[in-house]
């Protein structure tokens, strides 16, 4: 079992950002577009969780920025998103 209780998979994009988290029951928690501007926002008022973001060029920008908020980011290859 997970140290988290929360997982989120994160689309990175341009502009608009899709997430998508669950619990570890699989109940969606959280289903949205944000705007670049807004996503610190709307991660930093989420409960600690374990965070899968494609590779991607801003991938590692976005991990550092939100592994300072606390949470587990894990970057993984087109293939596995």
Known sequence: MSDYSYFCGIDLAKNH??????????????????TR?????????????????????????????LNKLGHDVRIMAVKYV
Request: net charge positive; glycine share 8%.
């Open 17 to 34: 950002f899709s997430l998508h988290a669950v619990d570890q029951n699989g109940k969606v928690i959280l289903h949205k577009s944000v």
């Open 37 to 65: 501007s807004k996503l610190l926002t709307t991660i930093a008022n989420m409960p600690l969780m374990r965070i899968g973001v494609e590779a991607c060029g801003g991938a590692h920008y976005w991990a550092r920025t």
